[in-house]
C-alpha cells in the first residue's frame, strides 16, 4: 500500500467511504471548472475571431498553445510536484486558473490573450494527473476505474453546462464576460477546496530520472501513442464544431451553444460507459469506442441538411467522444501501475499533442479542402488509432503472457 493510499485512509478515519465519495466529488467539480476553461475557448473562437480581426484558423491556434504546452510541460512538472500537499496543490492551481481567465477577459489583443492560455495550460497536466491518482487510490484497485471516471464527470458536466453555457452566455454578453464568469467560478471553487477537501500527507519524493522509467517500456509507449492519436481524431473535428453547426448545418449563432449542450448531454452516457467498460478491457473498450467515433464524424457533413438525423450523429459522436476521456487516462495508468501519477500526466500530455494536432489538422484541412472535410480527415485518424489499438494487444499478449 503506497504511503498515499494509507495516509487517505487516515485522513477519512472510519468513515473511508463518505470522506472518499466527498473527495471525489470536489475533485469532480474543480475538473468540471479547469475543462470549461480550457475548452469554453472553442465556442467562442467564432466570435473572438471576429473581435480581434483574425481567421478562423488562427483563432484556432489559441487551442493548439495550450495543448502543447500541457503537452510539454506537464511531465516534468508533474514529476517535480507530485510529492505536495495535495490540498494546497489544487488549491493554488484553481487560484492560476482564476488570475488567467481574469487577464483573458482584459486582453486587447491577440497576443496578450496567448499568455493568458500558457499560464493555466502550465497548471492544467498537474491537476489531472495527481488528480487521478488521488481518486483511483482513494477508491481502491477494483474501484478505480469508476473514481476515476466520477472525477471525468467533470469533463462531461463542461461539455453538457460549461462549454455550451458559456457560449450561449458569451453571445449575451461577449467573450470577455465569459472569462469573467470563468475567473469567478475558479475563485470561488479554490474557496470550497480550502473548506472541504480533506489533507493527505504528501508522499515521497522521487527523482525525475527514476520515474520516467516507464518510458523504456514499449508497450507504456505504445499506450501513450495511441492517447495522441485519439485526441487528434477527436479535436480535429471538436475544434470546429460550432463553425460546422453555424456553416454547414446552418444553425444560428445564438443556437449554437444549445446544440453544444446537446453534445456534452449525451457525453454524460458516454462517460458512463467509459468507467464501466474500461476496467474489463481497456483496450477492448478503445477500439470500440474509437470506431463509433470515425462513424459519428464521418455521418456528420451528410447529416447536417436534416437536423433530426444530424442531432442523431451527434449522439453518436458525443457518446465516444466523451467516452475517451476517461478510457484514455484509465488505460494509460493501468500501463504504468508503479508509476501512475506520472503516467496519469504523461496521458495528459500525450492527449494535449493530440488536441494541439488535432487543431492544426483540422485549421490545415479547412484552408486547403474546405470545413466539411474536417470530419472525414480527423475520421481516417481514428481508424488508424484502432490499428494501433491492436498492435498493443498483440504486445500485451507477447510480452505479458497470462
Not at 167 to 173: E, G, I
Not at 257 to 285: C, E, H, K, Q, T
Not at 287 to 300: D, H, K, P, R
Request: overall charge positive.
Amino acid at each position: 500500500m503506497s504511503s498515499l493510499e494509507t495516509s487517505a485512509s487516515t485522513a477519512v478515519g472510519g468513515e473511508r467511504s463518505t470522506g472518499a465519495s466527498l473527495a471525489i466529488a470536489i475533485l469532480a467539480i474543480a475538473g468540471f471548472v479547469i475543462v470549461t476553461t480550457e475548452f469554453l475557448i472553442i465556442g467562442l473562437l467564432p466570435g473572438m475571431a471576429r473581435d480581434l480581426g483574425i481567421s478562423i484558423s488562427a483563432a484556432g491556434l489559441l487551442v493548439t498553445l495550450f495543448a502543447f504546452t500541457v503537452m510539454l510541460f506537464g511531465p516534468p512538472l508533474t514529476a517535480m510536484l507530485s510529492h505536495l500537499d495535495r490540498k494546497r496543490t489544487f488549491i493554488a492551481i484553481l487560484l492560476i486558473f482564476a488570475a488567467s481567465n481574469a487577464l483573458a477577459a482584459l486582453s486587447s489583443n491577440i497576443w496578450v490573450l496567448a499568455f493568458a492560455r500558457f499560464i493555466p495550460a502550465l497548471a492544467l497536466p498537474v491537476f489531472w494527473g495527481t488528480a487521478s491518482e488521488t481518486a483511483s487510490l482513494l477508491a481502491g484497485p477494483k474501484q478505480s476505474g469508476k473514481a476515476v471516471a466520477q472525477v471525468y464527470l467533470g469533463i462531461s458536466a463542461a461539455m453538457l453546462f460549461g462549454i455550451p453555457l458559456g457560449t450561449v452566455f458569451a453571445d449575451a454578453v461577449g467573450w470577455r464576460g465569459a472569462f469573467w464568469a470563468l475567473t469567478a467560478l475558479c475563485a470561488l471553487m479554490a474557496l470550497l477546496l480550502a473548506i472541504f477537501m480533506p489533507h493527505l500527507k504528501p508522499t515521497a519524493k522521487v527523482g525525475l530520472a527514476e520515474q520516467a522509467r516507464i518510458l523504456r517500456d514499449p508497450f507504456f509507449l505504445t499506450h501513450l501513442l495511441l492517447s495522441i492519436l485519439l485526441f487528434t481524431a477527436m479535436f480535429g473535428a471538436y475544434t470546429y464544431l460550432a463553425d460546422t453547426l453555424e456553416r454547414i448545418a446552418g444553425v444560428e449563432s445564438a443556437q449554437v451553444g444549445w446544440w453544444l449542450m446537446g453534445f456534452g448531454a449525451v457525453g454524460l452516457i458516454g462517460n458512463a460507459l467509459g468507467g464501466r467498460y474500461v476496467d474489463r478491457s481497456p483496450l477492448g473498450s478503445t477500439i470500440v469506442f474509437a470506431l463509433l467515433l470515425a462513424l459519428g464524424m464521418t455521418a456528420s457533413v451528410p447529416a447536417a441538411g436534416s437536423l433530426p438525423l444530424l442531432a442523431a450523429v451527434l449522439t453518436v459522436w458525443g457518446i465516444a467522444h466523451t467516452a475517451l476521456f476517461p478510457i484514455c487516462q484509465i488505460r494509460v495508468m493501468k500501463a504504468a501501475p508503479h508509476a501512475q501519477a506520472l503516467a496519469g500526466t504523461l496521458n495528459v500530455s500525450a492527449a494535449n499533442a493530440g488536441i494541439g494536432l488535432g487543431s492544426i489538422i483540422g485549421g490545415v484541412t479547412i484552408e486547403h479542402l474546405g470545413l466539411g472535410a474536417v470530419g472525414y480527415v480527423a475520421a481516417i485518424v481514428a481508424v488508424l488509432s484502432i490499428a494501433v489499438a491492436w498492435l498493443a494487444i498483440l504486445q500485451n499478449r507477447k510480452a505479458r503472457p497470462e
